[in-house]
């Protein structure tokens, strides 16, 4: 038995041994310890280095809101978890834990040579240095804060475990199973509704589990907990769930719960759900989250060895464990009193209970007395003493200017309680500032909720009981043996004799936030509490500022000169408690994070080598590097073989919505540019749409398939938002019309067949269709048959070579694309991707919409005004074609570029400019937006977007790159066959 | 994470098969109004709205549900439905509203 454990003390299991390792020295824990009280039970309290001075610190509490003691828990490659709290890691057999933010060792850490320089730390550091000079950026600044910054180490493989998500409904939410939460659910228990009661921890009962001393109704609080959590266990009705933290409460009483599953299991396999991701409906939440006690502060506070006194009560009362030998108390409340006794009674000798306060309750006087414990009233401790633990303490005595130095290996410190309000505020619920408590507290809801005990301010055991009950629905009163939970002083300064800047008084002990901080970033203009919280960083840090808001409002409030409640709390965000990115994560990771739409002919891509880049959610082959290959040579193979023989290519990924109805023709005439009504049926024409804005938003091939049906394609990308757009007009703007849309994207797959040959290859396998040039003209569809299944076959081209696109059910796809590969070596069909597609279209100055255009472009700005309706009384854009910036002379326009050298190639983005010898910032006219080596006119071409460009045929213009200037021509963007003749080879 | 009401699917459900579509009763000129409208006031019926602080009519769209667009009113400040309505409906008026937080606040009450 390890000298601090008090044996028959405590709920753990003391005959149950547990080994586990930190920093790799092995420790010895009992059944139900965590990290924190088994190496207390081993006298340890140096458990981490702070963040910005790299001071040793100790545990501060017992349970999540602890900001000092963070490890690292190995599980081994990809299984590191940073950030645990010490607290609240069960350990188990063989479990490895690290300490964080110290180098080389936890007990001489090279990073506390900032501590030494603190005075070079102060609120707002970040923002005062590294200013300057701007060459240290990269090489200085950025890797040194780079260094500093975050706490654990961040996973350096992908995490094997397996997470889950679950979604769950129920009438009463109970969020906390303490005293409040429990009684809650065994009132709310009895009308059968569904409850869910959670807690954070391993073992429900909240402060109960801490206070073996207590009787509720005449029964010991252990023999009441055991059987109401039976009883609970037992009803049908109620799911009880532990290791379970509500982190989030959004809209309409949605919260979220996330449970740890094998965090406490030795071996967790992998494949085994590690967390779960709980998302819950609730009729009504009832929150009783409790309350956390306030440090005090005051030079030295972060000493280890210096505690919270509830936390010491917690590693007595659950954990069988003494803090310490000789332990001073310095309090500002009562609480503290029962904490003292409790461990006086385990026969922890009490140095003295230092007392803020010159008047104390008689009965705590008393009780002190019985116990020989010495009270120091109107006292304060102001400095501590001991490197890597607390040895001793200076008292003051204000009145007389007294100084003692108290020797002790432990000091409690209770300076008040502060209500939990972070899943009621979550909730937006209001909040009001209690005087009596110095505390805020919850005031109107905003959803189906409410808050009991602690959390709404009601301390002490009886209190959170009946209140419990009540929100369940009952009326029992409960009666407890406890002591007046009592009152406490709020102070935002205590008494000192030193200078406030010669202190170390710690208010932030995470993000090492001092009081002379706070009161520096005031002095400096920071008046309101948000903008002091983010200039000090002062409750940013991964507690969320559970110990430190209040009293940082404190402070703030004396320095600002407002009252508190003036000042105003800052905002509390999900998560609660830091939370993993798996259980957000869940199942939708890898493959199933951001699912890739493939086509069906996708997997004989895939089988073929082909290299593939993604479009919207799509991954659509790229290119079909032969071996040796790389892009370049790959696409320029694509692009002569499609011009001088065959070219097959997928173009599955269409966008298509099937328009129908009476009215099919007249919505078409409203949402695209083009006329529709003369469109003869098996026609077919390029359609271009613009949003009411007027500029270009779509575009893609249209066929008529009957007066009554349009099969409209879109682009890859816009798909989704093009189907919307008609949506909301139709319903919502032209809704006497009656047509119907159906997204028909994913019911066709689609073969482009491009080349010379083209018509040859398919004839074979063509059925009920002419295809002949004389009665199969450019820009017709037909239907028939193509390899024994029915198709919609279009003659139109993206390439300028004579063209079919193939539509077919998409389950046909792979059987008709192989079947016309197969056949097409006859011909050295080549397949070829969406790079050589650019290439081809580029050559014939056809555009990619959102490559071509960004938003800005009309489609006058992209020499497309052929394509809008100069006769048609309206359509979606036209009355801002006629607003006077879209008719303006001079702006932006699509035109084709020729670089002096042939075989340079631009850079897409590449700005333009006119004089290139101009100081910077250049006036700069456009942008290069497509830009290819083209193997057809063995040269490279691009195309861009220039202000006055059709203004400009001929000149030449500059585009300037880091290391050169490139001089190109203004041409019409159309590079290759301008006069389309291929289309028409026989 | 809201619970909406559809008016055409007439239940609640979650706000994931929901999309917001901006602000309601913007109706679109007929092609003669556009025709005589000024730049001016064709730029104000394009660009400028209202983005009231308070209860908002705004336009929704179940698209991954019965696929309708609808009308709703939702308090700006409190993330709060009032009440939601088919399309086509006239904008409601302050009584209709008030009328709607009554009923809401009934149904909470007796829940």
């Known amino acids: 038995m390890s000298a601090f454990r008090k044996t028959g003390r405590g709920r753990v299991d003391a005959s149950k041994v547990i080994n586990f390792t930190f920093d790799g020295k092995s420790y010895q824990g009992v059944q139900g310890d965590t990290v924190a009280s088994a190496l207390l039970a081993n006298g340890n309290h140096l458990m981490g280095r702070s963040f910005k001075y790299h001071r040793p610190r100790g545990v501060l509490g017992a349970g999540w809101e602890e900001p000092n003691a963070l490890i690292a828990v190995d599980r081994g490659k990809g299984r590191v978890t940073p950030n645990v709290r010490a607290t609240t890691q069960e350990i188990y057999e063989g479990l490895k834990a690290e300490s964080q933010n110290r180098s080389p060792n936890l007990k001489f850490d090279m990073g506390a040579f900032n501590n030494a320089f603190s005075m070079f730390f102060p609120a707002g550091f970040y923002n005062k240095t590294f200013m300057w000079p701007k060459s240290f950026w990269d090489k200085v600044y950025e890797p040194f804060i780079r260094n500093m910054a975050g706490l654990g180490p961040a996973p350096d493989a992908d995490d094997p475990d397996v997470y889950a998500s679950v979604y769950g409904h129920c009438e009463t939410l109970i969020i906390g199973a303490g005293p ?20 954070e921890n391993a073992q429900m009962g909240g402060s109960l589990l801490s206070t073996p001393s207590i009787e509720i109704d005449g029964k010991p609080a252990g023999k009441w907990l055991e059987t109401s959590l039976k009883a609970l266990a037992k009803a049908e009705n109620v799911t009880l769930m532990t290791r379970t933290t509500a982190t989030g409460y959004y809209h309409d009483n949605f919260v979220a719960l996330a449970e740890r599953i094998t965090h406490h299991v030795p071996n967790a396999e992998i494949g ?27 030079n030295g506070n972060d000493r280890p060895g210096v505690m919270l006194a509830s936390a010491a009560q917690t590693y ?47 009965d705590l006087i008393m009780g002190a007395t019985e116990r020989g414990i010495k009270v120091i009233k109107s006292a304060a401790i102001t400095k501590t003493f001991g490197k890597l633990r607390v040895k001793a303490c200076e008292v003051y005595e204000p009145e007389s200017g007294n100084k003692t130095k108290l020797n002790c290996d432990a000091i409690l410190m209770s300076g008040g309680w502060t209500p939990s309000l972070h899943l009621w505020s979550h909730s937006k619920g209001g909040i009001k500032w209690d005087a009596d408590l110095a505390a805020y507290i919850p005031d109107a809801p905003n959803e189906n909720a409410v808050c009991i005990g602690a959390c709404n301010g009601d301390f002490g055991i009886a209190a959170a009981l009946s209140a419990g009950h009540k929100a369940g629905g009952g009326r029992k009163t409960y009666k407890t043996n406890e002591t007046d939970f009592g009152t406490g002083l709020v102070l935002s300064s205590l008494p000192s004799y030193l200078d406030s800047s010669k202190q170390k008084a710690f208010v932030d002990f995470q993000n090492d936030v001092t009081e002379k901080d706070i009161k520096l970033a005031v002095s400096e203009g920071f ?10 960083t002062n409750g940013m840090a991964t507690d969320q500022g559970k110990t430190s808001n209040l009293n940082a409002l404190e402070i703030a409030s004396k320095a600002v000169g407002k009252p508190i409640e003036k000042v105003g709390l800052t905002t509390f965000r999900p998560p609660y408690t830091p939370t993993t990115f798996g259980t957000f994560t869940g199942y939708r990771d890898n493959e199933l994070f951001d699912p890739t739409r493939k086509t069906p002919i996708d997997p004989w891509a895939e089988a073929n080598g082909a290299a593939f880049e993604p479009v919207g959610h799509w991954r659509r082959a790229w290119y079909f590097p032969k071996e040796g290959e790389d892009m ?11 011009r001088d023989s065959l070219g097959i290519f997928d173009a599955s990924t269409l966008g298509k919505i099937e328009v129908v109805g009476p009215d099919a023709a007249k919505f078409m005439n409203l949402m695209y540019t083009n006329p529709w009504s003369k469109l003869p049926v098996l026609g077919c024409r390029y359609g271009l749409m613009c949003r009411e804005d007027g500029y270009i938003y779509d575009d893609g091939v249209v066929g008529r398939m009957a007066e009554d049906r349009f099969h409209v394609t879109t682009t890859t990308g816009g798909a989704p938002r093009v189907y919307r757009h008609m949506e909301d007009y139709l319903q919502t703007e032209f809704p006497e019309l009656d047509v119907w849309l159906t997204s028909t994207t994913e019911q066709w797959a689609v073969i482009a067949i491009n080349g010379p040959n083209a018509r040859k290859l398919i004839e074979p396998f063509v059925e009920g269709i002419d295809l002949s040039a004389d009665s199969f003209p450019h820009m017709t569809l037909r239907e028939g048959k193509i390899c024994g299944v029915p198709t919609r076959l279009f003659r139109v081209s993206f390439t300028g070579e004579l063209g079919f696109e193939i539509n077919v059910p998409a389950h046909y796809g792979r059987m008709v694309w192989e079947t016309l590969f197969e056949e097409g070596q006859k011909y050295d069909i080549c397949p070829y991707g969406t790079e050589t597609m650019h290439v081809l279209r580029a050559e014939k100055g056809f555009i990619i919409v959102g490559q071509d255009t960004d938003g800005t472009v009309t489609a006058h700005d992209a020499g497309m005004s052929w394509a809008v309706s100069k006769k048609k009384r309206d359509f979606v854009g036209k009355r801002s074609l006629a607003r006077p910036d879209l008719v303006a002379e001079g702006r932006k326009q699509l035109i084709g570029l020729l670089t002096e050298d042939s075989k340079e190639v631009l850079e897409e983005g590449a700005q333009i400019v006119e004089d290139p010898n101009q100081p910077i910032p250049m006036d700069m006219l456009g942008h290069v937006t497509s830009s290819y080596w083209s193997e057809s006119l063995g040269r490279s071409i691009a195309m861009a977007v220039v202000r006055d460009g059709f203004n400009r045929m ?23 066959d301008p006069k389309g003749e291929r289309l028409n080879v026989v | ?9 007439n239940e609640k459900r979650p706000e994931i098969e929901f999309a917001y579509a901006g602000e309601a009763h913007y109706v679109r000129p007929t092609a003669k109004e556009q025709s005589e409208m000024s730049d001016e006031d ?37 993330d709060k439905f009032v009440m939601t309505y088919k399309m086509g409906l006239p904008p409601r008026t302050d009584k209709q509203i008030d009328a709607a937080r009554r009923t809401d606040a009934k149904e909470k009450a007796s829940s």
């Open chain 1, 180 to 199: 409040a939460g429990i009684a809650a659910a065994l009132a709310a228990a009895k009308n059968g509704e569904r409850i869910i009661l959670v807690d």
């Open chain 1, 272 to 298: 085994k759900v590690r967390e779960a991701l709980h998302r819950i409906r609730a009729g009504k939440v009832i929150l009783a989250q409790g309350g956390i006690e306030r440090p005090l502060v005051f």
């Open chain 1, 954 to 976: 001929g000149e030449t213009l500059n585009i300037p790159m880091p290391d050169k200037v490139i001089k190109a021509k203004v041409v019409k963007p159309v590079f290759y």
């Open chain 2, 42 to 78: 064709w730029s104000r019926y394009m660009f400028i709205r209202d983005n009231k602080r308070g209860e908002h009519a705004e336009r929704w769209w179940h698209n991954a549900g019965c696929n309708m667009f609808f009308n709703a009113i939702r308090n700006t400040v409190t």
């Open chain 1, 527 to 536: 008046k309101s509490i948000e903008h002091v919280k983010r200039y000090t």
């Open chain 2, 1 to 9: 994470m809201f619970e909406i009401h559809c008016p055409y699917c």
């Open chain 1, 632 to 642: 370049h040579a790959a696409v320029a193979r694509e692009c002569k073989a499609t």
């Open chain 1, 316 to 362: 007595l009362g659950e954990y069988g464990v003494a803090v310490g030998n000789e332990v001073a108390v310095f309090t500002s409340h009562d609480s503290a009193y029962q904490a003292a006794f409790d461990v006086a009674d385990a026969n922890t000798r009490i140095a003295a209970i230092i007392d803020v306060r010159g008047t104390i309750r008689d």
